[in-house]
């Protein structure tokens, strides 16, 4: 398999509201979050994680996008075909001899833009705490009452804008309009879904802004090449 060229869709991903991507937290510390967000270890700055990027665009485009999927898997686990676009695009680590070649798609972590890095460096961007309740429903002493659990979650506050790009690899006997077709799609289905943790809650929201391919500008709707595709979705 030969190896053509590389390509890029890069762009800002813009939180319409509060983002949560969890780091995990041994040790709680007093007026802390229960629940930090994930930061660089050296700047402190918030990120997210090409590996959620990712994770949350493949799963997306399993859910609503089968056709891009090989096998009907009634357990909605990630495709192992090794032979169609989820595949070639993201890999396959249930098959053994997968004949798509290496993954098409490579995801760099979002890095804050320059504008949001200079406020966060300046003091003037502060993380969000929201304070939540998880609200148990249980029966004592033969009464039925509800026992609260606060707890304290870290976001990224809306507004604040990311730097995305990934990366495309192109090889031999590919289809770059199916590729990019598939980004246009999975770009829309996150739109759509959320982003992180507790998207049913309200976190999470995004928006795609300043788009571009190969350093031209673009959207998601040039990326999808089917219009009739386009209009079926955007009456669902």
């Known amino acids: 398999m030969q190896f053509k060229k590389f390509h890029t869709l890069s762009g800002e991903i813009r939180l319409v509201t ?50 891009l999927k ?32 290496p993954s098409r798609l490579i ?27 998880t609200i148990t429903p249980k029966i004592i002493k033969g009464k039925r009452t509800v026992v609260a659990n606060p707890r304290t979650v870290e976001r990224v506050p809306a507004g604040v804008h990311f730097n995305f790009e990934i990366v495309i690899r192109e090889f031999e006997d590919d289809k770059l309009a199916d590729t990019r077709d598939a980004l246009g799609k999975s770009l829309h289905f ?29 959207s998601i709707d040039e990326l999808r090449k089917d219009p009739e595709a386009k209009a079926v979705d955007e009456e669902r």
């Open 107 to 133: 995801f760099r972590d979002a890095q804050l833009s320059e504008t949001d890095r200079e406020e966060f460096q300046g003091g003037r961007l502060e993380m969000e705490l929201k304070h939540e309740n």
């Open 190 to 218: 996150l739109e759509m879904d959320a982003l992180g943790g507790s998207g049913t809650r309200g976190y999470g929201q995004v928006q795609f802004e300043n788009l571009q391919f190969d350093d031209k500008p673009t």
């Open 70 to 101: 090989g096998e009907d898997d009634p357990k909605n686990t990630p495709c192992g075909c090794g032979d169609c676009t989820v595949c070639r695009l993201f890999g396959s680590s249930n098959t053994k001899t997968p004949s798509n070649g």
């Open 18 to 67: 509060g983002l949560h991507i969890g780091a995990g937290n041994d040790e709680v510390k007093i007026g802390g979050a229960q629940n930090p967000i994930i930061k660089n270890p050296v700047t402190e700055e918030p990120y997210i994680p090409g590996s959620s990027l990712k994770g949350k665009i493949r799963s997306l485009l399993e859910m609503y996008a089968p056709d």
